[in-house]
């Protein structure tokens, strides 16, 4: 029981801070000069607890009449009812040492600031009580699917799949003949016009793909150099007209050892040896 | 709403009606006095125990009276305070401050006997458990 009321007087603090303040001004119109808390305390509970029964009573009174407003006179037969004496109310009301405490001021609500809110709340419809709250963001109950329903004929379908497979074969190509080595069609030095795509067989072709091989920065650090499809942009100069020279030798080769070290552009010791060989 | 006899069927008698016409006319005045309690503290009170009022003047007797009775507490607590003091200056006699001790500080000394007129006790611990 004294938790619910000790729970009550936290959440009208204010208005008890306001009935501290009044029981303060009479005991300064009456004389004191100062009073300990707990005497506050006591005089401020007795004030709570004459205006809480004075309520009670007096619409106690007024139910008892049949009435529901209630009136002067329920409220007097209350006050007389607790026992307090009325009579000099008149003098005291015109008593020349007054203090008047100031109406507490309404504090502004504060606002919740909209966090997170994606789009226009939508207005009620006029079948809901403005009491309710507002609408959620529209996003949360309206669904607006992202794609149309695709086509599913057979006919588009595979005409679909067809100019895909042709744009992406063409885009490869395209690909490979700007940044690889190309074959002119035409005697003539510059193949802007119809680049091809070189087609220089390695020996042996799988070999590549077994051991594969990151971008090459710096050819002297390599252990084995494999032509990567027939690259030859990273390859230092005169490297690259000994292995175009071995490479159209090494197909007749028929040792394979031997065919590996002279497509080799090697920069080991050995190598050089045996590519001059 | 019309302040006057009609209105308060359930008081026939005599003397509560002058009271009823004496106060009705006090109401009338009270229009312009305001009590120390503000109106709307004093209406959030009565309204937690169900008294709903668009009369402020009803409020501001309500109000009214809790001040009086107030008041009336307070000073018998402080001619408590004074017979107090009063014995305890004409016990030392040797008065070297002419005026008395004008500073009366409400306790809880004062403040049990006074509220034990009333009817009220208030009894506090000296300690806490």
Known sequence: ?277 | MQMSRMSSPSIGMDEDSGAGHALTDFLLQLENYSPSIPDSVVAYYLNMSGFESQDPRLIRLIALASQKFLSDIANDALQHCKMRTSSQINQSSKNQKGPKEKKYVMTMEDLVPALQEYGISAKKPHYFV
């Open chain 1, 1 to 277: 029981m004294s938790e619910n009321t000790e729970k009550v007087e936290s959440s009208c603090d204010a208005r008890r801070r306001i009935l501290n303040i009044a029981v303060s001004t009479v005991l300064l119109e009456t004389g004191f000069h100062a009073t300990d808390k707990m005497s506050l305390e006591t005089l401020t509970e007795i004030v709570q607890c004459f205006l809480t029964e004075v309520g009670n009573s007096a619409k106690g009174y007024c139910e008892l009449s049949g009435r529901v407003e209630p009136v002067i006179g329920d409220v007097m037969m209350a006050i007389i009812n607790m026992g307090i004496n009325l009579q000099g109310i008149e003098q005291y009301a015109a008593r020349p040492n007054r203090h008047v405490i100031q109406p507490p001021q309404q504090a502004p609500v504060p606002r919740t600031p909209a966090m997170l809110s994606a789009g226009s709340k939508a207005k009620p419809a006029p079948h809901i009580p403005f009491h309710l709250p507002p609408l959620p963001d529209p996003h949360a109950y309206i669904r607006t699917p992202t794609h149309k329903q695709p086509v599913t004929e057979y006919e588009a379908i595979r005409e679909k799949a067809a100019n895909q497979k042709r744009d992406i074969e063409r885009a490869l190509t395209k690909f490979l003949a700007k940044t690889s080595e190309t074959h002119n069609l035409f005697n003539t030095d510059d193949n802007q016009v119809f680049p091809l795509i070189a087609c220089k067989p390695t020996f042996p072709a799988y070999l590549p793909c077994l051991l594969p091989t990151d971008q090459v920065f710096d050819f002297d650090e390599l252990e084995y150099h494999f032509q990567v499809a027939n690259r030859t942009e990273d390859m230092p100069a005169d490297k690259k007209d000994q292995s175009d020279n071995e490479g159209e030798n090494g197909g007749d080769n028929e040792n394979a050892n031997n065919s590996q070290s002279e497509n080799q552009d090697a920069p080991t010791s050995s190598s050089p040896e045996r590519n001059k060989t």
